[in-house]
């Protein structure tokens, strides 16, 4: 059974500083890693997707990695701004199917 | 092109009701994939459903059901509610073979 683990569980950094976050998952066996962003009480913004056979994606101010065979995924974020709070979830989806197993996701603050 | 829709976009029922939830995916897109979101237990698959069939389950009782029908609009329903079943659900479509997920806003369930 797959198993997504997302650290730090909450993070506060002051803007414009670079960051990252965690993702770990127990099978290698994956077909796709996404990364999303959520707003309180709205749906899932997709940010990043990363195929199996490709080691990272990159998108304005951020950069996502993925290294099967450790079972990691980071996601990088540069010069943090107020508006990047918000809480941001990593899914595996390991067949070619529209199932995905979520972490519980890293809540992030950027302070002015 | 129109994201994913989902109606209604609240509820409240009492508990022993029924619900019943409608997404409609992005143009083109065939699979339609239902998640339910707590504080507690974080975002849960539920079901997929590709082409009017329901591809993939995830350990929910038998009182969540859903389908889909020829146009890939879904409705999942939940039959004898539960104060647990309080939650956002959430519906996300996807391309066959890329399978990157595209989350509709959601529809926040309330049960008393």
């Known amino acids: 059974k797959q198993e997504v683990t997302q650290i730090p569980a909450a993070l506060s950094v002051p803007e414009g500083e670079n960051l990252v976050l965690n993702c770990s998952f127990t099978?290698?066996?994956?077909?796709?890693l996404q990364w999303f962003r959520q707003d309180p009480g709205k749906g899932l913004t997709s940010l990043l997707l990363?195929?199996?056979?490709?080691r990272e994606q990159t998108s304005g101010r951020l950069n996502a990695s993925l290294d099967k065979s450790s079972g990691r995924s980071t996601l990088y974020i540069a010069a943090s701004q107020p508006g990047d709070s918000a809480t941001y979830l990593c899914?595996?989806?390991?067949?070619?199917?529209?199932?995905?197993?979520f972490g519980d996701g890293t809540t992030l603050t950027v302070k002015p | 092109k129109a994201g994913v829709t989902q109606t209604p976009r609240y509820l409240i029922k009492t508990r022993g009701q029924q619900v019943t939830l409608s997404c409609s995916p992005i143009?083109?897109?065939?699979?339609v994939s239902w998640y339910q979101q707590t504080p507690g237990q974080g975002l849960q698959f539920l079901f997929e459903?590709?082409?009017?069939?329901?591809?993939n389950k995830g350990n929910f009782p038998g009182r969540f059901s859903g389908r889909q029908f020829s146009n890939s609009r879904s409705e999942m329903n939940v039959s004898t509610l539960e104060l647990g079943d309080s939650a956002l659900y959430l519906c996300?479509?996807?391309?066959?073979?890329?399978?990157?997920?595209?989350f509709g806003p959601g529809t926040r369930l309330t049960v008393t």
């Open positions: 996300a479509s996807s391309l066959e073979g890329n399978y990157e997920q595209y």
């Open positions: 099978d290698s066996a994956i077909y796709n």
């Open positions: 990363i195929q199996s056979s490709q």
């Open positions: 899914a595996v989806c390991h067949t070619n199917a529209g199932k995905s197993t």
């Open positions: 143009s083109g897109h065939r699979s």
């Open positions: 459903y590709f082409s009017e069939t329901q591809r």
